[in-house]
T-cell receptor, first 114, second 112 residues
Framework: EAGVTQFPSHSVIEKGQTVTLRCDPI?????LYWYRRVMGKEIKFLLH????????ESGMPNNRFLAERTGGTYSTLKVQPAELEDSGVYFC????????????FGPGTRLTVT | DAKTTQPTSMDCAEGRAANLPCNHS???????VYWYRQIHSQGPQYIIH???NNETNEMASLIITEDRKSSTLILPHATLRDTAVYYC?????????????FGKGTRLSVIA
């Protein structure tokens, strides 16, 4: 069984540009989470999808971030325009049910904004 | 904010047991204790979880005190590949949509 995959593994962009991160959860997992770790900080929750619906987006930092999960399969996280403080590692995780004990994480996308 | 307190770092000799403590004095009755770890350049990985009883799986053992205010993760025979940051997290899995709240974790270094 394939795990959670993320693309790209690393992205370097200039301030003001747009970047789109992609996450493919484990097949059949209705729940998809985005987290990120910015430099020197803890891993922080961004948002949670149940199928194609946003269940909780309380962690989204501002309106420069837009997440979608059309069709309830893969998800994208777009940052537009990117700022220097957006640099960090963005993780995606999935779980089968809301009360699942385990969230399966992808390897992350390292975003560097210069 | 994280509801757990862990030591910043620990060392362990290869082949020895690694005992990682965690304080969660404000844990509520419905919250479980979860442990995840993050090996360098990888995503966090689930290790084990428990409510009140001690638990064991192929990776580790989890010892929870009777008052549930603290717990210890035990890696019985640490290897170099166990070098990672270990996170203790409390969460109620039945509350629907609570995400994982990561603290700073404990950086475990396994030394040959």
């Amino acid at each position: 069984e394939a795990g959670v995959t993320q693309f790209p593994s690393h992205s370097v962009i200039e301030k003001g540009q747009t970047v789109t991160l992609r996450c493919d959860p484990i097949s059949g997992h209705d729940n998809l989470y985005w987290y990120r770790r910015v430099m020197g900080k803890e891993i922080k929750f961004l948002l949670h999808f149940v199928k194609e619906s946003k269940q909780d987006e309380s962690g989204m930092p501002n309106n420069r971030f837009l997440a979608e999960r059309t069709g309830g399969t893969y998800s994208t996280l777009k940052v537009q325009p990117a700022e220097l403080e957006d640099s960090g590692v963005y993780f995606c995780a999935s779980s089968q049910n809301l009360d699942s004990y385990e969230q399966y994480f992808g390897p992350g996308t390292r975003l560097t904004v210069t | 904010d994280a509801k757990t307190t862990q030591p910043t770092s620990m060392d362990c000799a290869e082949g020895r047991a690694a005992n990682l403590p965690c304080n969660h004095s404000t844990i509520s009755g419905n919250e479980y204790v979860y442990w995840y770890r993050q090996i360098h350049s990888q995503g966090p990985q689930y290790i084990i979880h428990g409510l009140k009883n001690n638990e064991t799986n192929e990776m580790a053992s989890l010892i929870i005190t009777e008052d549930r205010k603290s717990s210890t993760l035990i890696l019985p025979h640490a290897t170099l590949r166990d070098t990672a940051v270990y996170y203790c997290i409390v969460r109620d899995p039945n509350s629907g949509n609570t995400p994982l709240v990561f603290g700073k974790g404990t950086r475990l270094s396994v030394i040959a």
